[in-house]
């Protein structure tokens, strides 16, 4: 069967990428990590297994791009004024700037996992693969970034 031409493996992957950039960076920083995204999965592509399952790849390789994205921020300036940015995909919770910005403000590895398994609804063992981790290691991630986002928004949702 092999691997299908990247252009065809871009098209099939860029708005579920796309969506969990927008979920965990931000509709501002999606763009730039959707773009380092794809540009390290053409660098690796030639070397994949024809066997490859393209889906896990493509989003441990987005998780890694929205991880460094957050810790190149947290040692950026802090701006002096935030406007509230929305995701970009069609998330439930497009419309509420509050969750958006409380995810934001998970630790990463919780953020991606939140992201991964309650946005775009993956299973466990595809959010273990995105984030570089053991199933276990994925649903406690999962469940402390639920957990703290419950605590940040007050329980109320």
Not at 84 to 100: F, I, L, M, N, T
Not at 107 to 130: S, T
Not at 145 to 150: F, Q
Request: proline share 7%; net charge positive; hydrophobic share 45%.
């Amino acid at each position: 069967m092999g691997i299908p031409p990247f252009s065809v493996f871009l098209e099939q992957h860029r708005s579920l990428v796309y969506g969990f950039l927008a979920a965990a960076v931000g509709r501002d920083h999606a763009d730039d990590c959707f773009q380092e995204t794809f540009l390290s999965a053409l660098r690796a592509y030639p070397r994949l297994r024809p066997d490859s399952n393209l889906r896990p790849w493509v989003m441990a390789i987005a998780t890694r791009k929205a991880i460094d994205h957050g810790r190149r921020t947290a040692r950026g300036a802090i701006p002096v004024a935030e406007v509230p940015d929305r995701a970009a995909h069609d998330v439930k919770a497009e419309e509420d700037p509050e969750v958006w910005r409380a995810v934001r403000e998970l630790p990463p590895l919780q953020r991606a996992a939140v992201v991964h398994r309650y946005v775009l609804d993956l299973p466990y063992a595809e959010v273990a693969v995105a984030l570089g981790c053991s199933e276990e290691a994925a649903r406690a991630n999962a469940y402390e970034g639920r957990k703290k986002l419950k605590a940040a928004l007050g329980g109320t949702r």
